[in-house]
């Protein structure tokens, strides 16, 4: 597991579109409202919330200080 991760969402032509390290809390109302699960207050992951125009985007995943492991990336459609 990777103990502090950092989401980075680039555009299909690598212009940085955002970044999260600790996820804001002021979205568990929205994984609420699609079904996923909740994060914990105060924990490390990292989380967004975008709109994105139809197309290719890459989500990386990278370890605040270097720190490596393994990550899992969920993606929800939020009506």
Do not use: C, H
Not at 8 to 35: C, H, I, K
Not at 49 to 74: C, H, K, M, R, Y
């Amino acid at each position: 597991m990777l103990a502090d991760p950092r989401l980075t969402l680039f555009s299909q032509v690598g212009a940085e579109l955002a970044v999260n390290d600790d996820w804001p809390s002021e979205l568990a109302g929205t994984f609420a409202r699609v079904s996923a699960f909740s994060l914990g207050v105060g924990r490390k992951d990292a989380a967004l919330l975008v709109a994105l125009a139809p197309g290719i985007d890459t989500a990386q995943i990278s370890g605040v200080g270097g720190t490596t492991g393994e990550a899992l990336v969920e993606i929800y459609e939020v009506p």
